[in-house]
C-alpha cells in the first residue's frame, strides 16, 4: 500500500516537473536581423543640431500658417479617431489589470430541496437553505506572473498607441504645411501667368497694328491669338489647382471647403543654406512611429512571457463570509455566521494543443514585431536622405534656373527689338515668350520643391514631438 503511494506521488511530481517545462515553438531557420545604425548620413549635414528640436511656429515662421496647423490639431478628424484608439488602449489596460485583483460582491440565494430520507426509504427529507454575504468568486493568485506579463503588454499597447497619435499629428502638421506651400506655389504662378497673358495681350495687339498697315501677314496674327490663349489656359488650370488645394487644406484642419488667402507670398520665406539633422540614432527615440514600433515589440515579448506562464500550476481561490441558516427568520442570528475559503490548483495535463498553438502564435507575433521595427527603423532612415538628398539637389537647380530666367528675359527683350525692327520673324518673339514663361514656372516649382524637402526633413526627423523618457 506504501509502495502505491510513492507511485503515486512520484507520478504527481513528474507531470508537475512536465507541466512546468513550457515547450518553445522557435521557427526553423529563423533569425532576426537588427538594423545597424550609421553614424553619420551620407548627405553632409550639420549634426551638432537637428531640425526636429524646433518647434514648427520658429521652423515655417508664418503666422498664418501657424494658425491653420494649430486649428488641424484641434478639429481633424484623423487626430481624434487617434486620440480615442489611445482611450481603447487604455480601457483593456484597466480590463486586463483587473484581472489580477480579486472581486467582491454581494452573495444571497436560497436553497430549497427535497430527497429520500436515508433512514426510509418511503419518506421524502424537505430542507431550506438560506445564504447572505459576500461572496469572492475564484481569484488566480498570480503565482507566476503571468497575468502581469498580460498586463505590461496592454501598458505597451497603450504607450504604442500614443506614440502613434504623436506619428499622425506630426504627418498633420507636414501635410498642411506642404499644401500651405502648394497655395503659396500657385499663387505665384499666378502671378506669373497673369504677367505672360497681359505681355501677349500687348503682342496680340502689336502685331494685329501691324497686320492692318500691311506689314505682317494673318499668319502672325492667329499666332499671337494662339499664344494668348495658351496663356489663357494655363491661368485657368492654375487656378482649379489652387481650389482643390484649398478644400484638402480646408478638410485637413477640420473645417468645411472654403477659401484660403495668404498674405505672406513664396518669394519672402527664406530657405536655409544647409539643414541640421542631427545623428541617425537619434531617430530611435525622436520618430513617434519607431517608438511605437518599439513598444509593439515590447509588448509581444510580454504576451510571448505569458503564453509560457501558462504551462505552469495556477492557484485559484473562492471565499465566503456571510450568513447562512435553515430558516430565513433566523438569517442574521450571531451565531449563524459563517465564512469558507476553497483554494485550487489547477495543473494543464491535456488541452488538446491550445496552449503550444498558443504559444506559437504569440512568438510569431513576436517575430513579426521584430521585423515591423527593423523596416519602420529603415524607412525612417531612408526618408531623412531622401529629404536631404533633394534639398542639396533642388537648391543646385534651382540657382541654375535663375539663370536661366535671366537669360530668357533678355533675349525676349532683344528678339522685341529684332521683331520691331523688322530682323526677327514673329515665331522667335513666341518662342522666346514661351521659353520665359515655362523657365519662371520651373523656377517657382523648384524653389517651392526646396520649401517642401525642408518641411520633409521635419516630418522624416519626428519634428513637432516632444520624446517621452
Known amino acids: ?30 533569425a532576426p536581423q537588427p538594423v545597424q545604425m550609421p553614424g553619420q548620413w551620407n548627405t553632409p549635414t550639420n549634426a551638432a543640431s537637428s531640425l526636429a528640436e524646433r518647434p514648427f511656429g520658429s521652423l515655417f515662421k508664418d503666422a498664418e500658417l501657424e494658425a491653420l496647423i494649430k486649428e488641424a490639431l484641434s478639429n481633424n478628424r484623423d487626430i481624434r479617431i487617434a486620440a480615442q484608439r489611445v ?15 480579486p472581486s467582491l460582491g454581494a452573495d444571497a440565494s436560497a ?45 505597451n499597447n497603450v504607450r504604442a498607441s500614443e506614440a502613434l497619435r504623436h506619428f ?23 502671378l506669373i501667368a497673369e504677367r505672360t497673358r497681359v505681355s501677349r495681350v500687348e503682342s496680340l495687339r502689336i502685331v494685329t497694328l501691324r497686320f492692318n498697315a500691311g506689314v505682317v501677314s494673318k ?75 518599439e513598444l509593439s515589440l515590447a509588448a509581444t515579448q510580454a504576451n510571448v512571457e505569458a503564453a509560457r506562464k501558462a504551462f505552469l500550476p495556477s492557484i485559484s481561490l473562492t471565499g465566503f463570509l456571510g450568513f447562512i441558516s435553515p430558516q430565513l427568520s433566523q438569517l442574521i442570528d450571531g451565531d449563524r455566521q459563517a465564512y469558507t475559503i476553497s483554494p485550487a490548483v489547477t495543473l494543464p495535463l491535456f488541452t488538446g494543443g491550445r496552449l503550444s498553438s498558443n504559444l506559437q502564435a504569440a512568438e510569431a507575433q513576436q517575430r513579426i514585431a521584430t521585423e515591423d521595427y527593423a523596416r519602420t527603423t529603415q524607412g525612417a532612415l531612408r526618408e531623412v536622405e531622401d529629404a536631404l538628398v533633394r534639398f542639396q539637389r533642388l537648391r543646385e537647380q534651382q540657382a541654375a534656373m535663375q539663370t536661366i530666367v535671366k537669360a530668357s528675359q533678355e533675349r525676349l527683350r532683344l528678339v522685341d527689338l529684332r ?14 515668350q514661351r521659353q520665359l514663361f515655362d523657365a519662371e514656372l520651373q523656377l517657382t516649382q523648384l524653389t517651392s520643391g526646396a520649401y517642401a524637402a525642408v518641411i520633409e526633413l521635419y516630418r522624416a526627423l519626428g519634428g513637432g514631438w516632444t520624446p517621452q523618457g
Open 1 to 30: 500500500m506504501r509502495s502505491h503511494r510513492l507511485n503515486g506521488l512520484a507520478l504527481a511530481a513528474a507531470l508537475l516537473c512536465s507541466a512546468c517545462a513550457a515547450p518553445t515553438a522557435e521557427l526553423a531557420g529563423y
Open 87 to 101: 482611450e481603447l488602449a487604455r480601457a483593456q489596460y484597466g480590463l486586463q489589470r483587473s484581472a489580477g485583483l
Open 111 to 155: 436553497t430549497r430541496s427535497q430527497a429520500p430520507s436515508g433512514l426510509s426509504a418511503t419518506e421524502n427529507l424537505t430542507s431550506s437553505s438560506y445564504r447572505l454575504g459576500l461572496g469572492m468568486p475564484a481569484w488566480e493568485i498570480d503565482l507566476w506572473g503571468r497575468i502581469a506579463s498580460l498586463s505590461d503588454a496592454a501598458l
Open 168 to 190: 499622425v499629428e506630426v504627418g498633420l502638421v507636414s501635410q498642411v504645411a506642404a499644401g500651405w506651400l502648394n497655395l503659396l506655389e500657385y499663387d505665384q504662378s499666378l
Open 219 to 293: 499668319v502672325d496674327v492667329t499666332q499671337a491669338e494662339t499664344s494668348l490663349a495658351q496663356a489663357q489656359a494655363a491661368y485657368a488650370q492654375l487656378q482649379q489647382k489652387r481650389g482643390l488645394q484649398e478644400n484638402a487644406l480646408s478638410q485637413l484642419a477640420g473645417r468645411n471647403p472654403g477659401p484660403l488667402r495668404v498674405s505672406k507670398p513664396l518669394e519672402r520665406h527664406e530657405l536655409p543654406q544647409a539643414l541640421p539633422a542631427g545623428i541617425p540614432s537619434d531617430l530611435l527615440t525622436r520618430r513617434p512611429d519607431v517608438r511605437a514600433a
Open 419 to 432: 521683331y520691331v525692327n523688322g530682323i526677327s520673324s514673329f515665331f522667335e518673339v513666341l518662342e522666346s
